[in-house]
């Protein structure tokens, strides 16, 4: 019987797709998972996260596994794997949605440097609806007058 785990290239990037977001992780080998998140009971309190090691069937929690592509400006899946088990027990910061998550960390491990698409897009969305916001009542105003 195939694992979940057997295709997935030592030190990619994974993620799962949860109802409003994604949660992402560093696969270290073995049926092992490396991420940012809260201790069990306290999902929801940022100031109970830290990096975790657990399994790919705790990470995914039933939900669909799926491998980022990306892979240049990357380190090598030995260095990746290293710089992930070298935070286990670690918060890497108070987590923060926005400045501060599971994403941020995965790509710390892959790339050396933080950051999420996740929060790159709400940005964008912000930034889109208050123009047109902005547009709609700089335009009722000139209908008034």
Same mark, same amino acid.
């Given at each position: #019987?195939? =694992?979940?785990? @057997? @295709?997935?290239?030592? *030190?990619?990037?994974? %993620? !799962?797709?949860?109802?409003l977001y994604k949660h992402y992780g560093v696969y270290i080998g073995g049926g092992?998972?490396?991420?940012?998140?809260?201790?069990?009971?306290?999902? !929801? =309190? +940022?100031?109970? +996260?830290?990096?975790? $090691?657990?399994?790919?069937e705790n990470f995914l929690k039933g939900d669909e596994l799926f491998v980022e592509?990306?892979?240049? *400006?990357?380190?090598?899946?030995? $260095?990746?794997?290293?710089?992930?088990?070298?935070?286990?027990?670690?918060q890497k910061g108070e987590y923060s949605l926005v400045f501060n998550n599971c994403?941020?960390?995965?790509?710390?491990?892959? %790339?050396?440097?933080?950051?999420?698409?996740?929060?790159?897009?709400?940005? +964008?969305?912000?930034?889109?609806? !208050? +123009?047109?916001?902005?547009?709609?009542? #700089?335009?009722? *105003?000139?209908?008034?007058?």
């Open positions: #019987m195939k =694992n979940i785990a @057997d @295709d997935i290239p030592l *030190g990619s990037v994974i %993620y !799962t797709k949860r109802p092992r998972v490396v991420h940012f998140a809260a201790k069990k009971g306290y999902e !929801t =309190n +940022a100031k109970e +996260a830290f990096i975790q $090691e657990t399994t790919i592509k990306e892979v240049s *400006g990357s380190f090598s899946a030995a $260095e990746v794997v290293a710089r992930a088990k070298g935070e286990v027990g670690r994403e941020y960390f995965a790509h710390w491990c892959k %790339y050396g440097k933080k950051k999420s698409a996740q929060v790159e897009a709400a940005v +964008a969305v912000a930034i889109v609806s !208050t +123009a047109a916001i902005a547009t709609a009542v #700089m335009a009722s *105003g000139k209908e008034k007058k």
